[in-house]
C-alpha cells in the first residue's frame, strides 16, 4: 500500500510503502540528498547538482516497473519484488562524497571499500537495519545490490548492461546535464523484458532498436559527459586532496567509516567542502592549501598531453603511441620528469566502451562461456531462443562492440604545461 | 582497485596465467576467489553466476594485463614477501591436484560462497547439509555426491567452512 508519493523530476510520482517511507526518513539514507550522483561534474555542467537520493528513488521506480511486469508473467512473487525495491532503493547507500571522485582513492588504499561493499557493511551494521529487519533480512537485501544473491534474477536487475541502475543514471544525468544523449525510450525496454531459461533478463526482439539506442546514447553519455576533461581534471584535484587529507589525519582511516554511525551520517560533499575551506586557509601544508583553493575556485589544471585511440579489441591492436604512454603512467613512480614536481603532474586514462564483452567472446560457445555473457544483453527472438544482441548480425551492436575509445590524459598547473608535454612526448619517442 | 601485476605474480607460482580458453578462464576465477578467501585479498568482488563465484572486473583485468606488450610485462615483476609466500604456499595446498580442474575448482567455490556469502531465506545456520542442498538446487546433477563430500572435507580441512 502506497504511504506517500515523492515527484521525481524524470518521473513524475514515485509511491512508497511505509517501510520504504520509514528507510528514506532514516539519517543513514537521508545522507544521500548531500552527495552529488556526478561529484565533480557541476564545474562543466551546472545543472549537475542531483543526488543519489532521487536516483535512488528513480532506480527503485525502475525497478518497480519491471517487478511488475515479472509478476504479471508469473516469473516472480509479490515478495520477491518487495525485496528488490529494497535492494534498489538502498543500493547507493554506502557512496562516498562526490560518489565515485572520493570513491577513487578508496579503492587504492583499501580493498574491500566499493562502495557495494561498504553499503552492505553499514546496511547491516548500522540502526537502519533495525527498521529492515522487522519485515525483512537486511543481509540478503545488502546481498542483492551486490549481486551476490543465489537468484540471478535479482542479480542482473541490479547488475548487468541493461541493469536499473544503469538505466536511471542515464536518464536522469541527461536530464540534468543538458546533454540529450542520454536519453533513450526505457518504456519500449520495459515493457517487452522477461527472463529466459537460464535466469537471464532478455528483452524482446521487438524492442531491439530501443535496446540499441540505449547501448549508443551509453556510449555517448560515457563520452561526453563522465569523461569529459575538465570534470577529470577536477577528480584529480579532488583525489589528491581527500589524499592529503587522509595523511594530516583530517579524514578518518576506513576503519572508522565503516564502523561510526554518527560520523557516516555526516560523511557527505558538506564536510569535504567543508574540509576544503579549511584547508584553504591553513598554512601547514601548503600543497593542500593550494588544491583546496583551486578546487574552491574552479581553477582546473591544464591538459599538457593527450593521447587518443578508437580500437577494436577483438583485433588487439592500440596505437604504440597509447601503449607507450600507458608504461609510462604504470610507472610514474620511477619516471624521469626533470624539474616539474611530480605532485602536480595527473594522468586520467578514461576508457569508454559500447559492451563489457571479452576479446574471447565465440558465439559458437555461448552456453560454455555463459559467465562472461552474464552481464550482456540478451535479446529473445522469434523462435523463443535468447542470444546476446552482440552476436546479432541484423544488429547494429554486433558491429560497433568490439570498440572502444581509449584515452590517456595528462595534467598540470599551467606553468609547467609546456615543459610537461615536452617531457612526455620525449618519453613517448614523438 | 588492484595491482594485476601482483597478482599475476600470486598466479604464476599457483596455477599459471593462461586465459586463452574458457576453461582456463574459470579456473583463474576460481582461484584468485579462494586466493581472496585465504587472505591475499586482490579487491575483487565476486557475485553469483551460473558456475559460481564470478568477477566481471577480473576477466576485464586478466584481458588488459595479457595485452600488454611482453617487454613490458616482464620488467615489472613485483616482489612477494616471505609472509605473502606462506600464504601461497597454504593456498597451493589446498588447491592440491584440483588447481588443473576447472569443474572441481567451480565445485570448491560455489559450497565456499553458499555457505560463507550467500543468504538462505528461513536457515538460521548452514551447516554441511544446508549447503550441499542449495548446490544441488542450484546445479542439479552437476556433480557427483562422492565429489562434493570430498570438496566439503576439503573446505572444511582448511578452515574454510
Known amino acids: 500500500m502506497i504511504a506517500k508519493e515523492i515527484y521525481d523530476n524524470v518521473y513524475g510520482f514515485i509511491g512508497v510503502n511505509q517501510l520504504e517511507l520509514e528507510i528514506i526518513d532514516h539519517p543513514l539514507f537521508q545522507r544521500l540528498k548531500n552527495i552529488k550522483q556526478l561529484g565533480m561534474a557541476y564545474t562543466v555542467f551546472p545543472g549537475a547538482v542531483h543526488t543519489r537520493f532521487s536516483h535512488s528513488l528513480g532506480v527503485m521506480h525502475l525497478v518497480n516497473k519491471i517487478g511488475a511486469k515479472l509478476i504479471d508473467d508469473s516469473l516472480i512473487t509479490e515478495d520477491d519484488l518487495s525485496k528488490l525495491r529494497l535492494a534498489a532503493l538502498l543500493h547507493d547507500i554506502g557512496h562516498y562524497p562526490l560518489s565515485h571522485t572520493i570513491e577513487t582513492p578508496m579503492l587504492k588504499k583499501y580493498d574491500d571499500s566499493h562502495h557495494e561493499i561498504l553499503g552492505k557493511k553499514v546496511l547491516n551494521n548500522f540502526s537502519i537495519s533495525d527498521i529492515l529487519n522487522s519485515n525483512y533480512d537486511s543481509k540478503e537485501i545488502g546481498l542483492i545490490f551486490n549481486g551476490q544473491s543465489l537468484n540471478q534474477t535479482f542479480n542482473q536487475l541490479i547488475h548487468s548492461e541493461l541493469d536499473v541502475d544503469r538505466m536511471d543514471y542515464l536518464l536522469r544525468d541527461s536530464y540534468n546535464t543538458g546533454v540529450h544523449y542520454g536519453q533513450f525510450d526505457y518504456e519500449q525496454i520495459l515493457r517487452k523484458i522477461s527472463v529466459d531459461e537460464n535466469n537471464l533478463l532478455c528483452v524482446d526482439h521487438k524492442a531491439i532498436h530501443a535496446v540499441e539506442n540505449y547501448i549508443t546514447s551509453r556510449y555517448y553519455m560515457y563520452s561526453q559527459v563522465y569523461s569529459h576533461k575538465t570534470i577529470g581534471s577536477f577528480d584529480q584535484l579532488v583525489c589528491s586532496a581527500y589524499i592529503e587529507m587522509e595523511n594530516e589525519g583530517l579524514v578518518p582511516e576506513y576503519e572508522t567509516i565503516q564502523s561510526d554511525e554518527e560520523f557516516f551520517n555526516n560523511y557527505d560533499d558538506h564536510y569535504l567542502i567543508t574540509l576544503l575551506r579549511l584547508s584553504a586557509k591553513q598554512e601547514t601544508n601548503q600543497y593542500l592549501k593550494q588544491i583546496a583553493k583551486m578546487i574552491l575556485t574552479r581553477e582546473h589544471l591544464n591538459q599538457a598531453y593527450e593521447v587518443k585511440d578508437l580500437i577494436d579489441f577483438s583485433e588487439e591492436k592500440v596505437l604504440p603511441k597509447y601503449t607507450l604512454t600507458k608504461h609510462i603512467m604504470d610507472n610514474f613512480d620511477t619516471q624521469d620528469f626533470g624539474d616539474i614536481p611530480k605532485k602536480w603532474i595527473f594522468f586520467d586514462a578514461p576508457d569508454v566502451r559500447f559492451s563489457k564483452l571479452t576479446p574471447y567472446f565465440d558465439i559458437e560457445r555461448i552456453n560454455d562461456t555463459i559467465d562472461e555473457m552474464s552481464e550482456a544483453i540478451y535479446i529473445q527472438l522469434e523462435d523463443g531462443t535468447t542470444k546476446p544482441i552482440v552476436s546479432l548480425s541484423t544488429s547494429i551492436i554486433k558491429h560497433i562492440a568490439p570498440w572502444r575509445l581509449k584515452t590517456i590524459r595528462v595534467f598540470t598547473l599551467k606553468q609547467y604545461k609546456q615543459k610537461l608535454k615536452d617531457k612526455v612526448d620525449q618519453l613517448v619517442g614523438t | ?161
Open chain 2, 1 to 161: 582497485m588492484t595491482n594485476t601485476n601482483k597478482l599475476w605474480r600470486y598466479l604464476d607460482e599457483i596455477s599459471g596465467t593462461n586465459i586463452q580458453t574458457f576453461d582456463d578462464r574459470k579456473k583463474l576465477q576460481k582461484t584468485v576467489y579462494f586466493l581472496q578467501r585465504m587472505g591475499l585479498n586482490m579487491g575483487y568482488k565476486f557475485g553469483w553466476y551460473i558456475h559460481g563465484p564470478y568477477s566481471s572486473d577480473l576477466t576485464k583485468d586478466a584481458f588488459e594485463f595479457h595485452n600488454q606488450n611482453e617487454t613490458l610485462k616482464a620488467t615489472e615483476i613485483p616482489e612477494i614477501s616471505p609472509a605473502e609466500i606462506k600464504r601461497i604456499r597454504n593456498i597451493k595446498n589446498f588447491l592440491g591436484d584440483l588447481k588443473d580442474s576447472p569443474d572441481m575448482l567451480e565445485l570448491l567455490a560455489s559450497l565456499d560462497f553458499i555457505k560463507n556469502i550467500a543468504y538462505i531465506p528461513d536457515i538460521e545456520e548452514k551447516d554441511k547439509q544446508v549447503v550441499i542442498k542449495q548446490l544441488k538446487l542450484l546445479k542439479p546433477g552437476k556433480f557427483k555426491d562422492v565429489d562434493i563430500e570430498q570438496s566439503w572435507d576439503r573446505l572444511l580441512s582448511f578452515d574454510l567452512v
